[in-house]
Nanobody
């Protein structure tokens, strides 16, 4: 199975902070674009932030100035620092990557892979 692993979600009060982490397994050996998506109850999944291999970043208007995305190309990890959280940020957050991965012995493919999601709840 080729899957990313998210961590760091939880319950936080409005105005608080959380840091989400995303780790890629060893079989993923080269990541191009990498980003975070979220899906709130009753809503469609939306892009929160993404980053290219070269470090260029892009943020949704709703989180710009509050969230910061970062990546480590050596360890194939990514983080999302979320500050000044609002109740509207409540959602399941998913890590996503477009990457080269080993899928079988001597075989590799360019894939889009996802994590299982981590729940962020912002409430008093």
């Amino acid at each position: 199975q080729v899957q990313l692993v998210e961590s760091g979600g939880g319950l936080v009060q409005p105005g608080g902070s959380l840091r989400l982490s995303c780790a890629a397994p060893e079989r993923i050996f080269s990541i191009n674009d990498m980003g975070w998506y979220r899906q709130a109850p009753g809503k469609q999944r939306e892009l929160v932030a993404n980053t290219t291999r070269g470090g260029t970043t892009n943020y949704a208007d709703s989180v710009n100035g509050r969230f910061t995305i970062s990546r480590d190309n050596v360890k194939n990890t990514m983080a999302l620092q979320m500050n000044n959280l609002k109740p509207e940020d409540t959602a399941v957050y998913y890590c996503h990557a477009a990457c080269w991965a080993t899928v079988a012995r001597g075989a590799y493919r360019y894939l889009e892979v996802w994590g299982q999601g981590t729940l962020v709840t912002v409430s008093s």
